[in-house]
């Protein structure tokens, strides 16, 4: 069967079996409706693509079923039927979102060809609309609070958005300070079931077993010293949402065996009870240690592990995306300035160079850290190399820190280097015909990137 559905609503036996008749031997899936309130029960309950209605019908005329129609689905193309004496009426239509209009007689060959038409429309349309969401999916420099457009970020934004909708279980990768958390509520808030429910976050590594557990699956009152009353516990209150175990290697191999429960059954009992408890929570799981070195060391559970990795998430430490260096400043710059009521504008090239060289063992959050630092210390618009930590300056290599101090006794490298990168930017251009994004994508930088550097080598024509 046809997955291009049609409605035809008409008070006419004749006109609603003809048309019935030649759409189907067309392909088409056709229902019919004898007036205009059972076509809007239709519509209501299969959503056609198109809706091929009379001006004038008993119960509900052509024109209200139009507003009707375009108030449930204005994605439902609406195609009206009409006397000669009524053209008026359905040009007025058209101005109210109906597709085209018809005159009765209908002629075979003049309907197969508006509805023809109708269904190559929406096919462009939908080419666009998958088109244009593609191009910001590849584009995109921001994805909920992730900053970042490097090609592995760009990968992780497309494997959030292909897992979000399931219920598998999710371990995230990383070293501490590349943003495991904010991928962890990216998750969450891509999932259309889980997003309004709760997204619960434990610190795993914070708490001693005894409280982990107690914090985890709850307690009765006299299951130990201080418990005196009862209390839920994180899993029973994250029932129906999200649950994010943050430094799950810090679990015990008691509460290991718990866990593992609680992901293949879906229960637990509260610490010092008896009583099964039942919950329904998507698990995601987060760690800057290698799971798979302590499963040899016999400190983690393979079966968990296995469990928890259905879908690994690896985050890149920030020394291998220095290209979003740029776009992360920039991000902090403006949080900052803000925080402290401050107008910082800018950051120096000498600053922003200075941020390139360094390792960033600390990753975004020490960059976070720094950027706060330089905006608090900035004593005008803009952060200069002065307003960053000596512990950067310090830990630059010295030929670099070299450059730094005394850049104009390189100030012939530094033309030529320039020189050079002008030549390969005029090539890449050149390759792709003058389009941006090709030649971006050649010289692997951002079009914003390649924007700046042609302004810079004077390569933009005036418009």
């Known amino acids: 069967m046809s997955n291009k559905r049609i409605l035809i609503a008409d008070d006419e036996p004749l006109t609603r079996q003809s048309l019935y008749e030649i759409l189907k031997l067309e392909g088409y899936s056709v229902s019919c409706a004898a007036d205009g309130r059972e076509a809007l029960s239709l519509v209501e309950a299969n959503h056609p693509d198109i809706v091929i209605s009379d001006l004038k019908m008993p119960k509900l005329g052509g024109l209200e079923l139009l507003r009707e129609v375009k108030a449930i689905d204005g994605n439902i193309s609406v195609l009206l039927m009409t006397g000669y004496g009524s053209i008026d009426t359905a040009v007025e239509a058209m101005k109210e979102g109906a597709f085209d209009y018809i005159t009765k007689p209908i002629l075979d060959k ?47 934004y497309n494997l959030i958005e292909t897992v979000a909708p399931t219920n598998a279980n999710v371990l995230i990768q990383g070293q501490s300070g590349t943003g495991k958390r904010l991928v962890a509520h990216a998750i969450h808030s891509s999932d259309s079931i889980r997003k309004d429910k709760a997204f619960i976050e434990v610190s795993c590594g914070a708490l001693p077993e005894t409280l982990l557990e107690s914090e985890l699956f709850g307690h009765v009152r006299g299951a130990f010293t201080s418990a005196v009353k009862d209390r839920q516990g994180r899993f029973e209150v994250a029932d129906g949402g999200t649950i994010f175990l943050d430094e799950i290697d810090a679990f015990s191999l008691k509460l290991q065996v718990k866990l593992l429960r609680v992901l293949q059954e879906g229960e637990f009992e509260k610490v010092g009870d008896t009583k099964t408890i039942k919950v329904n929570v998507r698990l995601i799981a987060a760690t800057n240690q290698d799971l798979r070195q302590l499963i040899k060391q016999g400190l983690f559970r393979e079966d968990l592990y296995y469990r928890l990795n259905v879908i ?77 930590p000596d512990s950067i300056l310090e830990m630059i290599s010295p030929s670099a820190a070299g450059s730094l101090r005394s850049r104009n006794a390189a100030i012939n490298l530094k033309d030529a280097l320039r020189s050079s990168e002008k030549a390969i930017i005029m090539n890449a251009l050149e390759q792709c015909s003058g389009n941006r994004k090709k030649a971006a994508h050649i010289l692997g930088i951002n079009r914003t990137t390649l924007y700046n550097k042609m302004r810079e080598y004077c390569l933009l024509k005036n418009n």
């Open 110 to 156: 003049e309907i197969k060809i508006i509805i023809q038409r109708i269904f190559e429309q929406k096919r462009i349309l939908d080419e666009n609309k998958f088109l244009k969401k593609k191009l910001e999916r590849d584009s995109r420099h921001k994805f909920y609070d992730i900053t970042g457009q490097n090609y592995k970020m760009r990968k992780i």
């Open 312 to 388: 690994p998430l690896d985050i890149p430490p920030l020394k291998e995306r220095l290209d979003d260096l740029p776009l992360l400043v920039e991000h902090f710059l403006h949080k900052c300035s803000k925080k402290i009521n401050k107008d910082i504008k800018d950051i120096s090239d000498e600053a922003m160079e200075a941020l390139n060289l360094y390792e960033w063992p600390g990753n975004v959050r020490e960059l976070e850290n720094v950027i706060e630092r330089a905006t608090i210390l900035c004593k005008g618009r803009v952060v200069e190399k002065e307003d960053l």
